[in-house]
């Protein structure tokens, strides 16, 4: 319940400068990770209220590799589940 109030509070609030929070969200394809799959993602919130996707990250080969095998994992959920969205 706290993660999930932390994150409203994080929606709500503009993000210090240089700083990120971070929700899961459908995927505009930012970082690699297919369109429309819900992913987590370090966004921020501006000053207009709306939350962005944090685009300056850089993640290491370690990272990246790691990350892969979670967005593999995660599209092959959607796959297994998607007869059940029509």
Known sequence: A???IDTVIACESPT???GCFSAAIASDGS???PEGLIC???LMTLADGTVEIKRDI?????AMEK???SIDELSS??????HLLK
């Open 77 to 82: 959920e959607r796959e297994a589940v998607k």
């Open 16 to 18: 210090p400068s240089g």
């Open 58 to 62: 850089v993640l290491s080969d370690f």
């Open 31 to 33: 970082y690699g990770v």
């Open 67 to 69: 990350f892969k095998i």
């Open 2 to 4: 706290k993660a999930a």
């Open 40 to 42: 987590g993602y370090p």
